[in-house]
């Protein structure tokens, strides 16, 4: 009898650690949320980065105006989106003789999910591509069109409530954005914030 | 009166001479520090847009059934237009050696190309003089077939991996006292033409796709200049004409002996793997920077 009691505890134990299993498996795919509560419904969510900059070694291209437009939904009980707009204004190089004549993001409407990597919530923006047009007759790549392509995984902190892009949280979701052929350094923070019907509330990914 | 006057001719010489000094001294401008290997660029014509010193340091060329490792760095410089049709013009370097000779050992050496077996007596006689003189030590230089404006730089194939990155027409001089000065594998009127891509490349059978790299950037100077490391740019496709004067006045015996050594030719049996580190300067940075240190 008492054997039997220890099987059904043990089985029980069994399933709870399933359980766990599956809840963390679960928590692999974050959804979007207001307030807590899961969206149902597709959102706009619009901002700027405070700082963004994309490196290739020896030369820095900054933009103080990097803004964007991004519908969110959930799908499977995973947050997805669409970045529709990302104009970017006002751009620079660390380099007296390269200005940035032109540039534009380019094949847009790029695709994002939700993830969890190293137990943390994050954006994953795929197909990325921006086209960059370098001027300046001191410039090596001067009259010269770089494209950077690839897709990004910023971390998103939901206290903060911004997506944070780095070398660190590129390398912890696995992705990269290359230029030139070669793997770019690139660095941005982006608060998030709706503008549609879930307006000033609390935006999270979990 | 006489004195008076020469001394008035000699500080007048003299005034000259100094003025002379002064303007050779302007004149002698001077690159430095990452632009002194732009020297030979030819950065005053106003044509010329970006200044190129590329080194290959290793890699190796497959002729039919020989393979010469590059061993010693081979240097390419002048200077390149705005590209046309996607691919820019070229300048010949300003001292005029835009593709540096530097010979390549061959493995095997003359014996290698021209065994003695199998030879008539002419050319045993002679391979058996040369072998106890040692002269058997065979060298292969690659030298531009056609002038510098022949090839071509693709600046946006070379980053993207895709395509031509350059194209270079070219001849190898074998060189050995046996077969003379005038041994060649391509000419000027029938050269041996690379497509170098540092993507994958397209062969004919039996030679199978390779692929090259764009290397690693870095920029220097605040983005004047810009340095690949690690660039590898390959062809295999390429095609190589019969070997000509080799020899000397019996190149009509030596020529055929080293055709059939070498082996097919014919495009899909050749290679050639450059590793390089490649420098690219704006000429107009180039050009000040020399201004700016006379």
């Not at chain 1, 990004?152 to 892009?165: C, L, P, S």
């Not at chain 2, 199998?118 to 056609?146: C, D, H, M, V, Y």
Request: glycine share 10%; charged share 15%; proline share 5%.
């Amino acid at each position: 009898m008492r054997t039997k009691a220890t099987a059904i505890g043990a089985a029980l134990a069994a399933l709870a650690v399933l359980c766990a299993l599956f809840a963390t498996s679960a928590s692999a795919s974050p959804a979007w949320r207001f307030n807590g509560e899961e969206l149902k419904t597709t959102e706009v969510i619009l901002g700027g980065a405070y700082e963004s900059s994309m490196t290739v070694p020896g030369l820095t291209t900054s933009c103080e105006n990097f803004l964007y437009e991004l519908t969110i939904e959930n799908s499977g009980g995973t947050g997805k989106g669409k970045l529709t707009e990302v104009p970017l204004f006002n751009c620079y190089t660390n380099s007296k003789a390269c200005i940035v004549e032109s540039i534009n993001a380019e094949a847009l409407p790029w695709s994002t999910h939700l993830a969890t990597f190293s137990s943390k919530p994050f954006i994953v923006i795929e197909g990325v591509k921006v086209g960059i047009y370098y001027e300046g007759e001191e410039c090596v790549l001067g009259e010269t069109l770089v494209t950077v392509t690839g897709s990004a995984g910023g971390v998103i902190d939901n206290t903060a409530q911004t997506a944070t892009f780095n070398s660190t949280t590129l390398s912890e979701s696995g992705t990269s954005l290359k230029a030139l052929s070669q793997k770019i350094e690139w660095k941005g923070v982006f608060p998030t914030e709706a503008f549609q019907s879930h307006r000033e509330q609390a935006i999270s990914a979990s | 009166m006489h004195k008076h006057r020469t001394r008035v001719v000699c500080t007048a010489l003299l005034a000259v001479s100094l003025t002379a000094l002064g303007l050779a001294g302007s004149a002698q401008a001077k690159l430095v520090g990452n632009y002194t290997k732009f020297a030979q660029c030819p950065f005053t014509n106003a044509e010329v847009k970006k200044c190129i010193y590329s080194t290959t340091e290793s890699g190796e060329v497959v002729l039919g059934s020989k393979t010469v490792p590059i061993e010693k760095p081979v240097v390419l410089q002048g200077g390149y237009g705005k590209a046309v049709e996607g691919f820019a013009p070229f300048f010949a370097a300003t001292n005029g050696i835009t593709l540096a000779k530097a010979p390549q050992n061959v493995p095997g050496g003359l014996l290698g190309v021209v065994p003695e077996s199998k030879q008539n007596w002419l050319i045993k006689k002679l391979i058996k003089f040369f072998f106890e003189n040692s002269l058997t030590g065979l060298n292969s230089t690659l030298e531009l077939a056609k002038p510098a404006t022949e090839i071509k730089i693709s600046e946006n194939n070379l980053a993207i991996e895709s395509g031509t990155a350059l194209k270079l027409p070219v001849k190898i001089h074998l060189e050995n006292p046996f077969l003379g000065s005038n041994c060649y594998v391509g000419s000027s009127t029938s050269p041996i033409t690379w497509n170098l891509t540092t993507g994958a490349t397209s062969p004919p059978a039996p030679n199978t796709s390779i692929k090259g790299a764009a290397g690693e950037l870095e920029f220097l100077e605040e983005g004047r200049i810009l340095e690949t490391k690690g660039a590898k740019l390959v062809d295999n496709a390429w095609s190589a004409p019969a070997v000509t004067g080799c020899g000397g006045i019996i190149a009509f015996l030596v020529n055929p002996i080293v055709s059939s050594q070498l082996g097919t030719t014919t495009a899909g049996h050749n290679t050639a793997i450059l590793k390089n580190t490649i420098f690219v300067g704006s000429a107009v940075a180039v050009k000040k920077n020399n201004e700016e240190n006379p």
